[in-house]
T-cell receptor, first 116, second 115 residues
Framework: AQSVTQPDIHITVSEGASLELRCNYS??????LFWYVQSPGQGLQLLLK??????LVQGNTGFEAEFKRSQSSFNLRKPSVHWSDAAEYFC??????????????FGTGTRLQVTL | DAGITQSPRHKVTETGTPVTLRCHQT?????MYWYRQDPGHGLRLIHY???????DKGEVSDGYSVSRSKTEDFLLTLESATSSQTSVYFC??????????????FGPGTRLTVL
């Protein structure tokens, strides 16, 4: 069975500072990895995903994530944080069972606070 | 945003009563999922469906049942609500490639309180 660890429950950064959110996964086969963001009172929105190929994936909001197989990690980064990035971030790993739906296993989330 | 609605958005009920939550999609996606979100646990899969009348259990299915009679609707029923089922419930959909590359899109959530 797969699992995801997000070791940081809460992170505070200043606006304009760089950000790195950590994600470690455990999965026996090729992992399919996702980052979702959740604003207060909202559902989850997909930030970016990694299936194969280039290990550095870019989102369309300035976020990027790097897959490192040797470290079983998929950390999320942003070079300069904006106050609107304050939200909760979830890392997830996808697995598949032949003939049935893919299943996502989520980490417990990291809440990002941005100070002005 | 994916066309996913959930109803009701908020509900307060009493222990022992049955509760049904509805997820409706306009994307014609094959797969639908129900998750619960609790502090310290992230999202956990309750049940999912891979087609009309085809459903399977997730990791926290005890006390829940589901039904899917139409592609667009996926119902989650708490047969006899308990306080431990107080949570935020999310529906998700995916196209259904049957692989881990299937991207899931989430609804806005239903906040359920069981007194």
């Amino acid at each position: 069975a797969q699992s995801v660890t997000q070791p940081d429950i809460h992170i505070t950064v200043s606006e304009g500072a760089s950000l790195e959110l950590r994600c470690n996964y455990s999965y026996g086969a090729t992992p399919y990895l996702f980052w979702y963001v959740q604003s207060p009172g909202q559902g989850l929105q997909l930030l970016l995903k990694y299936f194969s190929g280039d290990t550095l994936v870019q989102g369309n909001t300035g976020f990027e994530a790097e897959f490192k197989r040797s470290q079983s990690s998929f950390n999320l980064r942003k070079p300069s944080v904006h106050w609107s990035d304050a939200a909760e971030y979830f890392c997830a790993v996808g697995a598949s069972n032949t003939g049935t739906a893919s299943k996502l296993t989520f980490g417990t989330g990291t809440r990002l606070q941005v100070t002005l | 945003d994916a066309g996913i609605t959930q109803s009701p958005r908020h509900k307060v009920t009493e222990t022992g009563t049955p509760v049904t939550l509805r997820c409706h999609q306009t994307e014609n996606h094959r797969y639908m999922y129900w998750y619960r979100q609790d502090p310290g646990h992230g999202l956990r899969l309750i049940h999912y469906s891979y087609g009309v009348k085809d459903t399977d259990k997730g990791e926290v299915s005890d006390g829940y049942s589901v039904s899917r009679s139409k592609t667009e609707d996926f119902l989650l029923t708490l047969e006899s609500a308990t306080s431990s089922q107080t949570s935020v419930y999310f529906c998700a959909i995916s196209e259904g490639r049957g692989t881990g590359t299937d991207t899931q899109y989430f609804g806005p959530g239903t906040r359920l309180t069981v007194l």
